[in-house]
């Protein structure tokens, strides 16, 4: 199937765009072009392909928490086009001065920004996707005294691919102007061009540094307590796991209270480490991205052998349990097996 084909059969529930404008902004050709008018959603391909870049972003893991500082254009911007005070080409112009100025100014380098408004659940966004342009080259076939040549042809810009990650994007809720962002790419004097130029705001946590640091605090608390750790980062993945599939942000509190329920001074030792890390209290998880990351758990024992089983085993000792010898060495059972598989 080809790129073009994914992006018509990919299907894409719950997001409703209601409207999307591309600009040009080519630093290295001193050449901008900003539209007037708003994409044709009627076009199907022109739709999906705005629908297919903000479901990526939205279920990006690697998206940070932000929030516009009070002198913030795009905070402003962003209330006036909410109140349906100016129109999205006109909100979305006057936002990507900050970003003309600086690719003519700092360093020249050619995108087209996309931007669209869509709705999720009723809650209304905007999605600000930083496209680079990519060199390509071609052909060309010349006739010349009865002879064709076909020659390469470069110089020619185009769009990135659809499957290439995004390394600069932001969604904005209009409501509540929480942000979420990316910046990933390689800007000058390794400033971040999402929230240093652009959106002029203060960074948080990103969602895998939360999750990652849930991780790691567990088995803080697991090797504190002489706890096994591998069932314990069980409990908090299925935790997390089962709290995401059921539309629940993680929370660290009931995380804390649902683990360690019938552990108080590890849920208090918990609770002091994610204080001191400054983890948030709440924060929303990409369903799809976590039932990959949290459906498994892994160990490796000193004597090189790797166990991977569900993490929803890790607490039901019908299928899998630790045991800790008199030696202080450890047994691992592996129960109710009625077939063995060679996986190569």
């Known amino acids: 199937m080809s790129e073009t084909d994914e992006i018509l059969e990919t299907g894409f529930h719950g997001t409703e765009i209601q409207a999307a404008v591309l600009h040009v902004i080519d630093g290295r050709h001193r050449y901008v072009s900003l539209s007037e008018r708003t994409l044709d959603l009627e076009e199907p391909m022109t739709e999906k392909y705005v629908k297919r870049y903000v479901s990526r972003c939205r279920s990006d893991m690697r998206t940070r928490q932000g929030s516009f500082t009070d002198t913030s ?50 809650v209304p966004y905007i999605a600000v996707i ?87 605090i567990t088995v803080e608390v697991a090797e504190e307590f002489d706890e096994n750790p591998a069932i314990l980062l069980g409990k908090v993945k299925n935790h997390i796991a089962s709290a995401v599939n059921e539309g629940m942000p993680l929370n660290t509190e009931t995380l804390v209270s649902e683990v360690f329920e019938e552990k108080p001074d590890m849920a208090s030792a918990f609770r002091q480490k994610a204080y001191e890390k400054t983890l948030p209290a709440e924060t929303e998880l990409p369903k799809t991205s976590v039932r990959v990351s949290m459906k498994k758990q892994k160990v490796v024992t000193d004597t090189g052998i ?36 060679n996986k190569l």
């Open 130 to 216: 930083l496209l680079e342009e990519q060199d390509t080259m071609t052909y060309s076939t010349n006739a010349d005294n009865g002879t064709v040549q076909n020659t390469l042809s470069f110089g020619h810009t185009s769009l990135p691919s659809f499957t290439k990650p995004v390394s600069s994007f932001a969604v904005i809720n209009q409501i509540s102007q929480e942000i979420l962002f990316v910046d990933e790419g390689k800007w000058k004097n390794g400033i971040s061009l999402m929230k240093d130029i652009l959106l002029e705001a203060e960074a948080g946590f990103s969602r895998k540094e939360v999750v990652e640091t849930v991780k790691n």
């Open 73 to 122: 254009l795009f905070g402003r911007e962003t209330g006036r086009y909410f109140r349906h005070e100016t129109t999205l080409p006109e909100y979305s112009s006057a936002v990507c001065r900050k970003l003309i100025d600086y690719f003519e100014q700092e360093e020249a380098r050619s995108f087209e920004v996309l931007f669209a408004d869509y709705r999720t659940d009723d």
């Open 306 to 341: 790797e166990i991977s089983f569900p993490a929803e085993y890790a607490d039901d000792d019908r299928f899998i349990s630790f045991h800790e010898e008199a030696d202080g060495t450890l047994t691992i059972s592996v129960k109710q097996i009625g077939k063995l598989t």
